[in-house]
């Protein structure tokens, strides 16, 4: 083992994201056999952070969201990678972190295959000069579509004048005035919670009326909001490794591959507040809700037919018009959502996991795999699970 270095996290440790970011720091750092003690503090997800001034160690992992502390670790110049979506000292900091573009793409093709075609987007009102470029992708990727994509976007300044109730009313207002159903990402699940209180406030339904997806997944937040709380699963414990692994280079003086590594998002953690079809047709919903339902199970498309009083004919013009898909790939596209969620939720291995998903075997679960998401389930599962 080599000798021991102190490394300080200047990471939140109150939500899924900075547990998971420590959680991957520590796998690198035992998988590699890395004689690392961690300087570390309770600290919530906007708690001010900044080394103290008396510390001494070896090297630093930080969420850089103020200029104070990117200038502080510039100066004392450790090696240090910065794990947040703000882009301070950037040139001089290397960084790693979630693709932010890259989640807003996987939030709006998530919407619009459940077939919404009305959205609106809700970003964070506790990050002033703060360049949202989450936000912007997804407007983008939605205007890219044809549709329009307004934003919850008060005055910081005023804004943050108002109390609590306030703020809350306000965009209550903002909600009623959308048409509905409409699909609503929020920037975080802070925001997104702020969105279904919002909405009950307003009594609108959701996700009846205003299904909404935060842009994270964390469990605390998702599990008190109500309805339950969507997330985007950033994948922190890749995020955590990779950056130990940057921080471990930078230490023993190598070249680092990439400056900037950004690692995509791992999947969508479906719950009751986009739980919804968002289709006009009764009967093209009835057949997505019942492929959905019935995505563990091995159905043909006479199946599906049997169910729905709907013809073939009509189905598939119905599902390329409204999902811009084909039923049966829908099908294989349900499916594989099932198997990602076995993937990430359980340790079952990838046989059970394919005969669980209504493949008969898991060369199919693979085959589709690589088409759908450019992997293999084994090589999901250890991008974002590192062994125990």
């Not at 109150?14 to 959680?23: C, H």
């Not at 919407?111 to 919404?116: C, P, T």
């Not at 997806?213 to 339950?228: A, T, V, W």
């Not at 969508?268 to 919903?285: E, G, N």
């Amino acid at each position: 083992m080599d000798q021991a270095r102190r490394i300080a996290l200047l990471i939140d440790t109150a939500t899924t994201w900075g547990q998971g970011l420590i959680e991957g720091i520590a796998n690198y750092a035992r998988d590699n056999a890395r004689n690392w003690l961690f300087s570390i503090e309770p600290r919530g997800k906007y708690d001010r952070m900044m080394l103290a001034p008396t510390w001494r160690g070896h090297g630093v992992i930080a969420r850089i969201t103020h200029a104070d502390l990117a200038e502080q670790l510039m100066s004392l110049r450790f090696p240090a990678v910065n794990v947040s979506w703000y882009s301070l000292a950037e040139g001089v900091i290397p960084r790693c972190t979630c693709d932010e573009r890259a989640a807003a793409r996987l939030a709006a093709e998530y919407f619009l295959g459940k077939g919404y075609r009305q959205f609106a987007y809700c970003g964070s009102t506790l990050r002033p000069n703060y360049h949202d470029r989450f936000g912007d992708e997804f407007r983008q990727t939605i205007a890219a579509e044809g549709y329009p994509c307004p934003a919850f976007q008060p005055e910081p300044k005023e804004f943050a004048a108002l109390d609590s109730e306030e703020q809350l009313q306000q965009l209550s207002r903002w909600l009623s005035d959308l048409p509905h159903p409409t699909a609503v990402l929020a920037f975080d699940d802070v925001q997104g919670r702020q969105v279904t209180e919002a909405c009950a406030q307003a009594g609108l339904l959701a996700p009846q009326d205003i299904a909404v997806l935060g842009g994270e997944h964390d469990e605390l937040s998702s599990r008190i909001s109500s309805p339950p709380l969507s997330g985007i699963d950033q994948n922190p414990l890749e995020v955590g490794f990779c950056a130990a692994e940057m921080l471990d280079d930078m230490l023993s003086g190598r070249d680092l591959v990439e400056f900037n590594r950004m690692i995509p998002p791992r999947r969508i953690v479906t719950r009751h507040s986009t739980d919804k079809v968002a289709m006009q047709d009764d009967l093209l919903a009835m057949a997505v809700r019942y492929i959905r339902d019935h995505a563990g199970e091995n159905f043909r498309i006479e199946d599906l037919l049997a169910e729905v009083p709907i013809s073939r004919r009509a189905m598939e013009i119905g599902f390329r018009k409204h999902l811009g898909r084909t039923p049966r790939e829908e099908i294989r596209r349900a499916r594989i959502e099932r198997a990602v969620c076995l993937l990430c939720d359980t340790d079952w291995p990838v046989t059970r996991i394919a005969a669980a998903c209504g493949f008969d075997r898991p060369e199919l679960l693979t085959r589709a795999f690589r088409k759908e998401l450019k992997t293999t389930p084994s090589d999901f599962r250890k991008r974002g699970a590192r062994p125990a």
